[in-house]
Every structure is written in structure tokens, then in C-alpha cells.
């Protein structure tokens, strides 16, 4: 981007602050930026093909470039600087949050880090629940095991389609775990801070699966008989 560029970008993160008149826009972890472009350009009145457009141009990320979080943007704001700001202050976050993990920021590390963090966001049930279901794909990936995580089949506009068994047969993307070994190509939705930490710092555990149980949350466990005792007590 050139320098006008940046000094407009710059421009419109001073307006927001200033409490200018402004829309609040929300994008929810675990959303897929296909969804969040298609509900900006409808409350917004912009075009979605052109949010797409210009997301592909300025975001680092093919799939999370937009950071989990509400944003001020004001009004009649088009559709180049608008994903001008959203992108250049979630590039800003990440770029933040890895130096004081790392002191560096190398994209193709987090891409990876927002890769695990995004199947942690699809699968777990809650925060507390996080740093476990880090924990299993990290196991699962240390023994050469597929991840077979139905979260990964949650990405672009699939993000709220219930994976199924036919899906999980006929889906040949590399990101239907099931057939592949290994991360899927890049994140499958957004995420939150807490998905990330997760990601970065998994809890030590031997878990190796885990099922929803009937309270919403998950039980985790170490072997695949223990494994399918709760397969059956969920059916």
C-alpha cells in the first residue's frame, strides 16, 4: 500500500476513536469470513463481491485475516477501507500478541497458530475447555494420527452446516480430517484470544479423543474403547 493509503487507513482508525457516527460491526469466533463479508455488505449496503475482492488484496490470512472482535467503522464507509481497517488492525493484533509470545512475528508460524486455534474454536464447548482440546489435536498430530474433527468441515459456507456422514465421505478438500492427515491448508474460521493462547499453550494431557456428552460439554479420553462407551452413552 502506498503512503496515501496508509494516511487514509490511519485517518479512519482516528475517526472511529473519535466517536464519529459509526456502525458496530461484530464478527463472532468461529465465523467464516464468507458469512462475515455477506453480513457486512448487508448491513452495511456494500458489495459483497467487492469485500471479497479487496479482503484477498489486503489480508495476510486467507481465512482468519479479520481478527475476532467489535469494530467502529463509520458511515458510508466503501468497501476498499473498510477491509483496509479491518484487516490492517487484526494484522496489527497478531503481529502484537506473537512478538510478546515469540519477540517475532513470522506469518507462516501463525498461520499455524491461528490454523490450530480455529479448530479450537469450532470444537470446544467453552474456554475452560480450550487448552484440553489443544491438547488432542497436538497428541493426534505428534502420532501421525488424522485429526477426524468435524469443526474442520465447518469452513467458507459450510461454517453452520451439520457434518455428516455422506459429507464426510464426498468432501475431498484438505480440510475434511477425516481422509488426510495433518492441519488443514489454513484456519477455518475466526478466532478469539483465548483459542489462540490455547493453541500456543495446549494443557499436558494423554487425551486422544473426546465426545460431547449430554451437558453440552465434552469427555475427554485416552483409549478408543473408553472412547466408544461414550459414543454410545451420547446416542
Not at 484477498?56 to 490470512?61: D, E, G, L, P
Not at 512478538?99 to 474454536?121: E, F
Not at 493426534?140 to 453452520?160: A, C, E, I, V
Amino acid at each position: 500500500m502506498g503512503r496515501n493509503q496508509l494516511n487514509r487507513i490511519d485517518f479512519l482508525y482516528k475517526l472511529t476513536n473519535a466517536r464519529a457516527m459509526i456502525h458496530k460491526v461484530t464478527l463472532i469466533p468461529g465465523e467464516t469470513k464468507t458469512l462475515f463479508l455477506a453480513s457486512l455488505a448487508k448491513k452495511l449496503d456494500l458489495n459483497v463481491t467487492k469485500l471479497n475482492q479487496y479482503y484477498n488484496q489486503f489480508a495476510t490470512y486467507p481465512e482468519a485475516g479479520i481478527y475476532a472482535d467489535t469494530y467502529h467503522v463509520p458511515y458510508g464507509i466503501g468497501e476498499k477501507h473498510l477491509m483496509a481497517f479491518l484487516t490492517k488492525a487484526s494484522n496489527k493484533k497478531y503481529s502484537s500478541l506473537s512478538k510478546k509470545i515469540y519477540g517475532t512475528y513470522d506469518k507462516k508460524q501463525w498461520l499455524k497458530v491461528l490454523t490450530i486455534a480455529s479448530i479450537i474454536q469450532k470444537e470446544a464447548a467453552n474456554a475452560t475447555e480450550m487448552p484440553i482440546v489443544s491438547s488432542v489435536i497436538m497428541n493426534r498430530l505428534k502420532k501421525g494420527m488424522r485429526l477426524q474433527m468435524d469443526g474442520t468441515l465447518n469452513y467458507g459456507k459450510y461454517s453452520h452446516i451439520k457434518v455428516t456422514p455422506e459429507r464426510i465421505k464426498n468432501d475431498t478438500s484438505r480440510f475434511n480430517t477425516y481422509k488426510y492427515k495433518g492441519l488443514p491448508p489454513s484456519p477455518i474460521g475466526s478466532v478469539s484470544l483465548n483459542a489462540i493462547k490455547a493453541a500456543i499453550k495446549p494443557a499436558r494431557t494423554d487425551y486422544l479423543y473426546f465426545m460431547k456428552n449430554a451437558k453440552g460439554v465434552h469427555d475427554f479420553t485416552k483409549s478408543y474403547k473408553a472412547h466408544r462407551k461414550n459414543i454410545k452413552k451420547a446416542r
